[in-house]
């Protein structure tokens, strides 16, 4: 009996730990007031990006009037960048030294979003800043926060070097064609060492150039040196055509180097088709 007694005993102690174990609970840090993501910490004269802003009221009142604000430490960002959209906002906006997207009247432990598109200005000054964020309002403001740095580089430069191709045709004989190749360079910057390669038909032999022939290919090398920004130079390759030569005869040119990168391939080959009836009657 005694035993009974000490064993139930054992048993509601045992019952009543249980009942009074607490399971820990784990806490969940409150976010930041301001956190934003940048699209790339390294930026050109002239290159667009994004910076995404959340805030959150982390005060246990309305916060009224919110702004998510941008701005650049110890400068003015709107001194380097130009405000292109903020679509999530209820209107954006630069005043002073920062740039800021409306987002309302915002709730304790509310959170709101807003993408800035910023495109760095043509005249924006090099080097590393360091970017700051704030979530203020019209009745109180949270602390201003650091953000990562951003590279503002100097834009790339570029040369668009444009090839064309002409063609005449002579009677010396049989029937030589001069082909009139032309490189002109659209800019915005000068370029150098531009090059143009030339190709002639199988149905037509090597007369003579103002490039240079490769051996006995088919095949010159056009160099043009430096072309100013809207200039054209232009060189000529003269081929007899063969007295079987039927159909067309298809000479082509195309720029295969060039200072410094030219952007745009779509202008960079050219050709011209001429059509022989024999190598006596040709047609360009």
């Known amino acids: 009996m005694h035993a009974w007694k000490l064993f139930r005993a054992a048993l509601v102690t045992a019952v009543a730990g249980a009942t009074l174990a607490t399971v820990p609970v784990t806490a969940h840090a409150a976010p930041p007031t301001?956190?934003?993501?940048?699209?790339?910490?390294?930026?050109?004269?002239g290159d667009t990006f994004t910076i995404k802003q959340t805030v959150y009221n982390a005060d246990s009142s309305v916060l009224l009037g919110g702004k998510a604000t941008l701005y650049a430490k110890d400068a003015s960002l709107p001194d380097m960048v130009d405000l292109v959209s903020c679509p999530e906002a209820t209107a954006c906006d630069t005043l002073g030294i920062g740039v800021r997207g409306g987002v309302g009247d915002v709730q304790p432990g509310e959170s709101k979003t807003v993408t800035f598109t910023l495109r760095v200005k043509d005249d924006a000054p090099l080097g590393t800043i360091t970017l700051q964020h704030q979530f203020n309002g019209e009745n109180f403001s949270f602390e201003t926060l650091d953000g990562p740095d951003l590279t503002i580089k100097e834009a790339p430069q570029h040369a668009d070097v444009a090839v064309s191709m002409s063609a005449a045709v002579k009677m010396v004989g049989t029937a030589r064609i001069t082909y009139t190749i032309t490189a002109t360079n659209n800019?915005?910057?000068?370029?150098?060492?531009?090059?143009?390669?030339?190709?002639?038909?199988?149905k037509s032999s090597y007369v003579a150039t103002t490039c240079a022939r490769v051996g006995t290919t088919r095949t010159v090398n056009c160099d043009f040196g430096t072309l100013a920004t809207g200039e054209s130079a232009s060189r000529t390759l003269t081929v007899s055509t063969l007295l079987v030569a039927v159909g067309p005869v298809i000479a082509t040119a195309e720029r295969t180097a060039s200072l410094p990168n030219d952007p745009v391939a779509t202008n960079d080959k050219a050709s011209r088709t001429c059509t022989a009836l024999t190598g006596l009657i040709v047609r360009c």
């Open 187 to 202: 800019g915005p910057v000068d370029a150098t060492a531009v090059r143009v390669v030339g190709n002639f038909s199988i």
């Open 34 to 45: 301001s956190a934003i993501e940048v699209s790339t910490t390294s930026v050109a004269r």
